[in-house]
């Protein structure tokens, strides 16, 4: 069995068949836990991004506040300006690590995973991640960067993130408790 706790939803997944009452006893096990996590996220709810870019004038974008005007049909408009800023980011730190050469970069709307890099050398990056300090929009890139050498997660592909980007447990971090408001 296993919980996952995303904002203020609890999962609980568990085998077929497996009795109603054994999965109330392994959850009531499990809510300090859960309340924890709750807590968590709740210390992060200043980090709430709109649903819709048209009910606002301010976006975080690559760490900082900016000020958006909206008018009329002005979402694809700023989705556009969105990824333009994003790649614009993610084309400099390719350039500053000429040791791994991507086929290239694509943006993606993906709803579980920051990134992905395929057998044929494309990095994907999920585009929401515009709203993100930079510092782990980098963590990100740099972590599917280093699949194009180690396409596991093996010691060797954690050592070379490590050398290039040092300790990325605050920007796993962040993912892991902000990451649920950009998804």
Known sequence: MRLEVVLEDVRVVAPVGMSVSTI??????????IEGKIEQFNQFKSMSLPVSYESCSELSVL??????????????KIVKWLDAQLMEFLTGIV???????????????????????S???????NRKLVHAPT??????LIHELVHLKHRNHSSRFWSEVALISGDVRPQKKWL????????
């Open 24 to 33: 109330d006893e392994f959850v009531m096990s499990k809510k300090n836990w």
């Open 63 to 76: 760490g900082k506040t900016v000020r958006i005007p909206l008018t009329k049909d002005s979402e694809a």
């Open 95 to 117: 350039k500053r690590h000429t040791q791994f050469a991507p086929s290239a970069i694509r943006l993606a709307n993906a709803r579980t995973r920051w990134g992905s890099c």
């Open 119 to 125: 057998s044929r050398g494309v990095v994907m990056i």
């Open 135 to 140: 510092d782990v929009v980098e963590y990100v």
């Open 176 to 183: 892991r408790l902000q990451g649920a408001y950009l998804i």
